[in-house]
């Protein structure tokens, strides 16, 4: 949920008497956000949007062994604000060849999620447009360049359309020369690609407004030296040249991902290395002020998704795990809060012989889904799409 979306949803609360009607004597008051609930003799602050008793309103009860998650009764119990649902539905569904990234993010700024498949040696997207009945027919193909597997994205134009910003190899795998920005094209239509170079091979790489000053920047890691470039915006899809603001591992496959989130109300940069995870955090003029390990109880990385699950503008991290039990791969769930990581004791596991892409809800019901693929040599991947019901 954006930050305008949980400000109505606070002054709706707020404008329904429950900050002003409230005395709980000795001048205590709820927050914003939170309800009074209760006859007169034993009134107590709840809130609504996770307490059983008073699920959305005082009084709406979910009954044993269900839970409630963002004003709302699941069907079962719930993971960091998401309900988790009682049963997988699998939809498989063929993408390109080399389908190395899988992301989630509502590309068409309808409100939905998509999905968006970067397929290596296709040198396409697959876009899955998001929809109710999750269905993954028919998506559209765009041709974009050979990218080695990671996008970021973002309205670096600030035209309202969501832009994507990639590493491109142009001259073949398996070094990128440039880095391409994607301009969002209304209705649907294939993105708009402007391509900058850019030198030491970078790849990994993220969106977020390092510098403070409103605009979305790129951060990438060059693969060459190690370099995390900083590239500021200027809010007109134009990229300034690059400084090194912090150093990291050099060399392919040192560094895995680099993760955007936000911490206390800032955005910051997780660098997911392929055993360790590290949490950068950037000062007013984008320099890199503190460096701290996080997850630091995760074993047998593969990837990570950060997720704000319950809408309260808190990052949790959901490490994907290799499993101890065959070929499968799992999900953690951690509550971010400063540079700490608290797990919430939530494990998903994913389906045999599929490694996780991400996570997200595909058909908007409130539960995440998982994102997965399988690898087949010599011929197009899978993309397989496990719903929660």
Do not use: K
């Not at 009607?21 to 914003?32: F, K, M, P, S, W």
């Not at 190690?226 to 050099?250: F, K, M, W």
């Amino acid at each position: 949920m954006g930050a305008i979306a949980r400000l109505g949803v606070a002054l709706a609360w707020v404008l329904g008497g429950c900050s002003a009607e409230i005395d709980l004597g000795a001048n205590r008051t709820c927050g914003v956000g939170r309800l009074a609930c209760g006859d007169a003799a034993a009134r107590v602050c709840v809130d609504p949007r996770s307490d059983p008793r008073h699920c959305g309103a005082c009084g709406v009860a979910c009954g044993a062994e269900r839970a409630c998650a963002r004003g709302a009764c699941c069907p079962s119990g719930a993971c960091g604000g998401q309900c988790t649902g009682t049963r997988w539905e699998e939809r498989t569904v063929t993408v390109g060849r080399e389908s190395i990234g899988f992301f989630a993010f509502d590309l068409d700024g309808d409100g939905r999620t998509d999905i968006v498949t970067v397929d290596q040696v296709d040198a396409t997207f697959h876009v899955f447009w998001g929809n109710p009945e999750a269905s993954l027919d028919a998506p559209d193909v765009w041709p974009v360049g050979r990218i080695g597997g990671q996008i970021a994205w973002g309205d670096f134009d600030e035209d309202g359309l969501v832009d994507v910003v990639a590493p491109v190899q142009s001259r073949g795998a398996p070094r990128a020369t440039h880095l391409a920005v994607m301009r969002g094209q209304p209705a649907r239509q294939p993105l708009e690609i402007t391509l900058s170079l850019e030198s030491g091979n970078p790849l990994e790489l993220a969106a977020l407004d390092a510098n403070g000053d409103g605009h979305l920047d790129v951060l990438t890691r060059r693969q060459d030296d190690g370099c995390l470039l900083l590239r500021t915006g200027d809010g007109r899809g134009r990229l300034a040249a690059g400084r090194c603001v912090a150093s990291l591992r050099s060399g392919v496959d040192n560094v895995r991902a680099l993760v955007a989130v936000t911490v206390a109300g800032r955005p910051a940069l997780i660098v997911q290395n392929p055993y360790d995870y590290e949490l950068l955090r950037f000062g007013d003029v984008g320099a890199v002020t503190s460096r701290t390990p996080v997850l630091t109880d995760v074993q047998n990385p593969w990837g990570l998704s950060a997720v704000d699950l319950d809408g309260d503008g808190v990052t949790e991290l959901m490490p994907h795990l290799r499993s101890t039990a065959g070929d499968a791969y799992e999900l953690a769930t951690y509550r971010l809060q400063g540079s700490a990581t608290t797990p919430l004791g939530c494990v998903t596991a994913g389906t045999m012989g599929t490694r996780i892409g991400t996570v997200t809800d595909f058909d908007g019901d409130g539960m995440l889904d998982i994102v997965a693929f399988r690898v087949v040599a010599g011929a197009p991947w899978e993309m397989h799409v496990l719903l929660r019901r």
